[in-house]
């Protein structure tokens, strides 16, 4: 049995009573917390809620659910530090990848942050408070690059798994003290609500979809030989194909897994930015694309910040999303939808000060999402499935060939490369300060 609240909110006009929603199974069937201690006594949370954090899963009307999310509390043994992602799998295969990165990526990076410290003297506390942040930051960058890098080449030499044309996006957050560190791969989002000079909330995307649409992204691809086009039948979806075969027709441009492009322009290096958090910013949220493809950043922020019970915010917004799609895409399967809010403060000024029943007066109507206009059928074609056909016909030698490339790109198993080389090798992304 579920969490019970019958709080009651409005969408399009109309209140909801989310007593029922809220005693809906999720993916595995529990409500309860789930936790147990990973690497140097961190908390490793796979659903439920903290202090801090709010998370939520649900599977859409696609099939299983492919989606995945993590938050690590007390990350490295240190308090105040949290990591969290979700996971967007695709492909048949999709939720076994989703869970491998899920389960492999945040022990990674935790592993390479520690091997950048042991070979610099600049990883301490004291260095931190005395100038060598961005020293600091940069080493944390080019940690995060190489442990995506890593993770990839192990995901590609497990057997047990078929990654060869299957994969999933990640979208992971890494909070020291006020300091975060973003890292994107493929088109799930992260979105931060701050406050602006009128004290208002307002949202700063913090990731871009990467996806073929995006001239840089297409250029690389084209330049390895992939193809970039959009179906007759979704002309605004541009998708990646193989050079001689019609397939997979994957919908983003970079990714873990999907091995049978990653020689043709598929990158797993994520874009990884960096934001000195401060006394007006609130919270972030981490989520698929079930969620971006039919709520907008500001009414992704107005629904979490409205919430009294911050434990409910993550399945709150999951809630606001399938209703969306229901009245958006009638005619379409609804699809997975993952959530993680981190707040970054013990309790919301938001919370104390406005309840839920003011933010959805008509006046303050940002959490009412509009019918927009429904292509014909009320189906979602501006946004196809992630993939098209997996149906590809593998050749074992090249197969083979990939494994033996990343082995041979794969530091631990060929010696020592330069860490400094991975960072330029990073395909333009700068952090921002």
């Known amino acids: 049995m579920g969490a019970c609240c019958s709080t009651q909110v409005k969408f399009k006009g109309r209140s909801?009573?989310?007593?029922?929603?809220?005693?809906?199974?999720?993916?595995?069937?529990?409500?309860?917390?789930?936790?147990?201690?990973?690497?140097?006594?961190?908390?490793?949370?796979?659903?439920?809620?903290?202090?801090?954090?709010?998370?939520?899963?649900?599977?859409?009307?696609?099939?299983?659910?492919?989606?995945?999310?993590?938050?690590?509390?007390?990350?490295?043994?240190?308090?105040?530090?949290?990591f969290c992602g979700v996971f967007d799998g695709h492909g048949p295969s999709g939720h076994r990848i989703a869970h491998y990165i899920c389960d492999s990526l945040p022990s990674k990076v935790s592993s390479e942050i520690k091997l950048s410290?042991?070979?610099?003297?600049?990883?301490?506390?004291?260095?931190?408070?005395?100038?060598?942040?961005?020293?600091?930051?940069?080493?944390?960058?080019?940690?995060?690059?190489?442990?995506?890098?890593?993770?990839?080449?192990?995901?590609?030499f497990d057997?047990?798994?078929?990654?060869?044309?299957?994969?999933?996006?990640?979208?992971?957050?890494?909070?020291?003290?006020?300091?975060?560190?973003?890292?994107?791969?493929?088109d799930s989002r992260a979105v931060l609500c701050t406050r602006d000079d009128?004290?208002?909330?307002?949202?700063?995307?913090?990731?871009?979809?990467?996806?073929?649409?995006?001239?840089?992204?297409a250029e690389r691809i084209k330049k390895c030989g992939g193809r970039v086009f959009a179906l007759e039948e979704e002309p605004s979806v541009p998708r990646v194909w193989m050079?001689?075969?019609?397939?997979?027709?994957?919908?983003?441009?970079?990714?873990?897994?999907?091995?049978?492009?990653?020689?043709?322009?598929?990158?797993s290096i994520p874009q990884v930015s960096y934001r000195r958090i401060t006394n007006k910013d609130e919270f972030v949220v981490l989520a698929t694309d079930g969620v971006w493809d039919v709520l907008t950043n500001?009414?992704?922020i107005q629904i979490v910040a409205s919430v009294k019970k911050r434990s409910m915010a993550a399945k709150l917004l999951v809630y606001y999303a399938v209703q969306a799609w229901k009245t958006k895409y009638p005619g379409s399967k609804i699809d997975d939808c993952a959530v993680v809010c981190l707040f970054f403060k013990k309790r919301?000024?938001?919370?104390?000060?406005?309840?839920?029943?003011?933010?959805?007066?008509?006046?303050?109507?940002?959490?009412?999402?509009?019918?927009?206009?429904?292509?014909?059928?009320?189906?979602?074609?501006?946004?196809?499935?992630?993939?098209?056909?997996?149906?590809?016909?593998?050749?074992?030698?090249?197969?083979?060939?990939?494994?033996r490339v990343n082995a041979y790109a794969n530091p631990s198993r060929v010696g020592s490369l330069s860490r400094r080389k991975a960072a330029k090798d990073f395909e333009g992304t700068e952090a921002k300060r």
């Open 117 to 156: 410290r042991e070979n610099s003297s600049k990883g301490n506390e004291c260095d931190m408070e005395h100038g060598r942040r961005d020293d600091i930051i940069s080493s944390w960058e080019t940690s995060l690059i190489e442990a995506f890098r890593e993770v990839d080449v192990d995901l590609s």
């Open 243 to 267: 050079p001689n075969q019609n397939c997979p027709g994957l919908a983003m441009a970079r990714a873990f897994g999907d091995f049978c492009l990653k020689d043709h322009g598929l990158s």
């Open 198 to 217: 009128r004290n208002l909330l307002v949202p700063i995307q913090l990731t871009n979809d990467l996806k073929p649409s995006i001239p840089s992204e």
């Open 348 to 403: 919301s000024l938001l919370s104390r000060s406005r309840s839920l029943t003011e933010l959805n007066q008509p006046k303050e109507s940002n959490m009412d999402i509009a019918a927009s206009e429904s292509p014909e059928g009320g189906k979602k074609t501006d946004e196809g499935e992630t993939v098209i056909n997996c149906n590809i016909t593998v050749d074992q030698k090249t197969l083979d060939e990939i494994k």
């Open 298 to 300: 500001n009414e992704v």
């Open 16 to 82: 909801h009573d989310h007593r029922d929603d809220y005693e809906e199974k999720d993916y595995d069937g529990h409500e309860e917390d789930h936790t147990h201690v990973g690497p140097d006594g961190a908390i490793v949370r796979l659903q439920g809620s903290s202090t801090y954090t709010s998370m939520y899963t649900r599977q859409g009307k696609k099939g299983t659910n492919q989606d995945a999310l993590t938050v690590w509390e007390n990350f490295m043994g240190e308090k105040n530090t949290f």
């Open 159 to 186: 057997e047990s798994l078929d990654s060869y044309s299957s994969g999933t996006t990640a979208v992971t957050v890494l909070k020291k003290g006020e300091d975060l560190l973003i890292s994107n791969l493929g």
